[in-house]
């Protein structure tokens, strides 16, 4: 089926409460949004837009660098942080120079943040651990845990959850190593709109996450109060995590998306390109 074809216009959103800010509103009808909402984890957004099943989509920043030509950004939307970002987290069992040839388990449910620790790993940290891809989902801990492994890539809800439980010594935020190796935000995923979707409506969508992030950025303390209920996670760890995260995309986070797709073109894991916005309303 052609994406502009007689089905409804598709937004792809994740279910983690990082995207709460900017959806919320949308979900309590507080603004209305002209599209069906398709819920999954990033890596299946990643697959759906990829396939011509969504029209406009939270996508991984990888995921955009993959295909490029395919879509087109929406402006001042993104879910980067400048620092910690406390739920994209590297747990250890044993320090970081100590990982050399070490078991380092990840899951597919960020393309973003498995790229990111490789980088950080060969180029930061100079250490080259065998990455181990699992099947299990980020979320399920105890299938984690039982896996044999000296370190684990968790991120999301239960990154947060993990870090609460304190099971590992070692706890590596990604987002500030790389603040620290670059000086510069980390941008994790973005919204794009493909660029064969009608541009009217793809604008309208924007104009309506827009409108629902204004709202969620007023209403923070409520949305850490609902993610805690949801999650277990402790409303104060809830609002501190809403903190550290951005919304928009200026022009420091663009330096620092920019950055990220140059190094990964390097090492020859996403092709050079540059970012194409779909103009604003």
Same mark, same amino acid.
């Given at each position: 089926?052609?994406?502009?074809?007689?089905?409804?216009?598709?937004?792809?959103?994740?279910?983690?409460?990082?995207?709460?800010?900017?959806?919320?509103?949308?979900?309590?009808?507080?603004?209305?949004?002209?599209?069906?909402? %398709?819920?999954?984890?990033?890596?299946?957004?990643?697959?759906?837009?990829?396939?011509?099943?969504?029209?406009?989509?939270?996508?991984?920043?990888?995921?955009?660098?993959?295909?490029?030509?395919?879509?087109?950004?929406?402006?001042?939307?993104?879910?980067?942080?400048?620092?910690?970002?406390?739920?994209?987290?590297?747990?250890?069992?044993?320090?970081?120079?100590?990982?050399?040839?070490?078991?380092?388990?990840?899951?597919?449910?960020?393309?973003?943040?498995?790229?990111?620790?490789?980088?950080?790993?060969?180029?930061?940290?100079?250490?080259?651990?065998?990455?181990?891809?699992?099947?299990?989902?980020?979320?399920?801990?105890?299938?984690?845990?039982?896996?044999?492994?000296?370190?684990?890539?968790?991120?999301?809800?239960?990154?947060?959850?993990?870090?609460?439980?304190?099971?590992?010594?070692?706890?590596?935020?990604?987002?500030?190593?790389?603040?620290?190796?670059?000086?510069?935000?980390?941008?994790?995923?973005?919204?794009?709109?493909?660029?064969?979707?009608?541009?009217?409506?793809?604008?309208?969508?924007?104009?309506?996450?827009?409108?629902?992030?204004?709202?969620?950025?007023?209403?923070?303390?409520?949305?850490?109060?609902?993610?805690?209920?949801?999650?277990?996670?402790? %409303?104060?760890?809830?609002?501190?995590?809403?903190?550290?995260?951005?919304?928009?995309?200026?022009?420091?986070?663009?330096?620092?998306?920019?950055?990220?797709?140059?190094?990964?073109?390097?090492?020859?894991?996403?092709?050079?390109?540059?970012?194409?916005?779909?103009?604003?309303?």
């Amino acid at each position: 089926m052609r994406p502009d074809g007689p089905r409804r216009f598709r937004l792809g959103r994740i279910p983690w409460i990082n995207e709460s800010p900017v959806t919320r509103a949308i979900d309590l009808g507080i603004v209305p949004v002209d599209a069906e909402l %398709v819920t999954g984890t990033a890596s299946e957004l990643n697959d759906l837009m990829a396939a011509g099943e969504l029209d406009v989509s939270l996508v991984s920043a990888v995921e955009y660098a993959r295909n490029a030509g395919a879509y087109h950004l929406l402006p001042d939307l993104a879910i980067s942080c400048d620092g910690p970002v406390r739920s994209v987290k590297l747990f250890s069992r044993r320090p970081l120079a100590e990982l050399e040839g070490a078991t380092v388990l990840r899951t597919a449910s960020s393309r973003t943040s498995i790229l990111l620790l490789e980088l950080l790993c060969l180029h930061r940290w100079n250490v080259r651990p065998h990455f181990a891809t699992v099947r299990a989902e980020a979320a399920d801990l105890a299938a984690l845990g039982q896996l044999p492994h000296d370190a684990v890539l968790v991120i999301g809800d239960a990154a947060l959850a993990l870090a609460a439980g304190a099971r590992y010594p070692v706890e590596v935020d990604l987002g500030a190593e790389w603040k620290a190796w670059t000086g510069l935000p980390f941008v994790f995923a973005v919204w794009a709109a493909r660029r064969a979707a009608d541009p009217a409506r793809v604008r309208a969508v924007h104009r309506a996450l827009i409108a629902s992030r204004t709202w969620g950025l007023a209403h923070l303390d409520t949305l850490a109060s609902v993610a805690a209920e949801r999650t277990g996670i402790p %409303v104060g760890a809830c609002r501190a995590y809403f903190d550290g995260l951005d919304y928009g995309l200026s022009y420091r986070h663009l330096a620092g998306l920019t950055d990220f797709f140059r190094r990964l073109a390097e090492d020859g894991l996403v092709p050079d390109g540059s970012l194409s916005f779909i103009a604003a309303a």
